[in-house]
């Protein structure tokens, strides 16, 4: 048997990314380096519950309006505390 898994992923990579995007103007020391916007997206997903899906289309489709803004604003709140956390970190690293 030959499965092929390449079509299933995380669908709050997406938005995550683009939140991260998104906010990193207001956090320009960070936004600097690729290396810590990494850091703030995968301390962001780690804080929201993996929803995999093949196809975009299938998970908008099931979810009811109020979801759809639980989703929105957990997003907002892990990528918001990721910043704050990542921006902390890089402080105590500078200090040593």
Do not use: W
Request: aromatic share 12%; glycine share 2%.
């Amino acid at each position: 048997m030959n499965a092929d898994f390449s079509s299933l992923y995380n669908h709050h990579e997406r938005e995550v990314f683009a939140a991260v995007l998104d906010a990193s103007k207001d956090f320009p020391e960070i936004a600097a380096s690729n290396d810590l916007l990494c850091d703030v997206a995968c301390v962001a997903l780690n804080r929201l519950p993996p929803r995999y899906i093949r196809h975009e289309v299938d998970f908008s489709f099931y979810l009811t309006e109020h979801e759809r803004l639980e989703i929105d604003n957990a997003i907002g709140e892990a990528v918001s505390y990721a910043f704050n956390f990542v921006q902390a970190r890089t402080a105590l690293r500078a200090r040593k």
